[in-house]
């Protein structure tokens, strides 16, 4: 029997290779990091729990407005960073004193962490969850229970 989290990461995985489309959430026709977790959340959860407004690729930025850590939590369930296991959501800082605006969803635990994610580029990717990447998180979230 598969575990939560690993059924998790293997939906992400099977996105890999939907190019990168800003605003999108479509698997193999392109979405961005949030698209990416909306499309897993469809598979996993159901239904997606808000209409996501649209927004500019600076979003966020201006008002130095959380406005994505304060979305994932209210929908997802905080936990440490160090416990960051198979399935969870990562938030990242790209800069420091920027906002928090790409996530990834962890692929891989130790010895080899890996996370899946979309960015400019190169589209959905599972990457190595390398020390300059592990660095720049800033918070992560376990999905809520199945409910289909």
């Known amino acids: 029997m598969v575990d939560r989290g690993e059924d ?7 996105w890999i290779g ?3 489309v800003h605003q ?3 698997k193999g026709a392109g979405c961005d990091c ?11 959860i159901g239904d997606e729990p808000e209409r996501v407004p649209a927004y500019t690729r600076d979003w966020s930025e201006p008002g130095h407005d959380e406005r994505l ?3 994932a939590r209210t929908h997802l369930s905080e936990k440490p960073v160090t ?8 938030l990242f800082r790209m800069r420091s ?3 928090a605006k790409h996530l990834g969803l962890i692929g891989a635990g130790l010895p080899a962490p890996t996370f899946i994610h979309a960015y400019s580029g190169h589209g959905v990717v599972e990457s190595p969850l390398s020390a300059p990447w592990a660095r720049r998180i800033v918070a992560c979230f376990e ?3 199945r409910t289909k």
């Open 24 to 26: 999108g959430a479509t």
């Open 83 to 90: 416990a960051r296991a198979p399935g969870d959501v990562v």
């Open 18 to 20: 939907t190019p990168y």
């Open 97 to 99: 004193g920027a906002v």
């Open 34 to 44: 949030l698209g990416l977790l909306r499309g897993v959340w469809r598979e996993f």
């Open 8 to 14: 998790i990461a293997g939906l992400a995985r099977g």
């Open 69 to 71: 850590w304060r979305a």
């Open 143 to 145: 999905f809520p229970e």
